[in-house]
């Protein structure tokens, strides 16, 4: 038991203090962990916090949008299936067309404006607009679902571009280690090679 004993502090020892070690090898060692750590838990936190904070912004972009808007039921009074189609708003890439469409709010004159409404719509058909406090059609509310996906977005970038950052400095270092190990090699061999050829003539 004391000989395994005294065989591990003397590996133990011998690895500390072993001669081909140089310190631009322990730099790259500690450097190579340091990057292992980061990625592993600096980056992961990283796109997590980036992510929440993306979240919440834009949650509160989406209540501002919420307590400034509201939907109204408006009537389509013009607008032909000739018009030419476009893509939906959010994602949703069903044809749509332009109409004018009307509608009118309680103790107010009627509304008109033009929008988009599905292509199958036509003329005498009921639909859906959000307006503003001037009575402007505008844009629905930011869904939860688009905000999850910004924030998801947000920190997948996030961890990534703190990833990639982390690989850069570490191939600088790992360069800059070769180079200087390089170097100490040939500061090593200017002092030994003569010897080394004194030996061999």
């Known amino acids: 038991m004391r000989t395994r ?14 001669p081909l070690r140089r310190r631009c090898d322990v730099v790259e060692a500690w450097t190579a962990f340091a990057v292992a750590v980061v990625l592993c838990v600096g980056a992961p936190l990283a796109g ?14 989406a209540a501002e949008q919420r307590a400034e808007r509201h939907r109204v039921r408006a009537e389509v009074v013009e607008g032909t ?22 509608w009118t709010e309680p103790g107010e004159r009627p509304h008109a404006a033009t929008t988009r409404v599905p292509a199958a719509t036509r003329t005498g058909d009921h639909t859906y607009v959000w307006v503003d ?16 996906q910004h924030a998801l977005a947000v920190g997948a970038c996030a961890a990534g571009v ?20 390089l170097a100490e090699w040939d500061r090593a061999w200017a ?9 061999r003539a």
């Open 5 to 18: 004993e005294s065989r591990t502090r003397v590996n133990g020892r011998r690895q500390r203090h072993n």
């Open 48 to 61: 997590l916090a980036a992510g929440l904070q993306a979240y919440d912004v834009a949650r509160a972009t």
């Open 81 to 102: 299936s000739a018009s030419v189609p476009a893509s939906g708003a959010e994602g949703d890439r069903r044809p749509v067309q332009r109409v004018s469409v009307r």
């Open 133 to 148: 406090g001037r009575d402007r059609i505008v844009p629905a509310p930011t869904s939860r679902t688009v905000i999850w």
């Open 162 to 181: 703190a990833a990639a950052g982390v690989l850069a400095l570490h191939a600088l270092v790992r360069r800059s280690a070769l180079r200087r190990r």
């Open 191 to 199: 002092r030994t090679g003569p010897d080394w050829a004194r030996h």
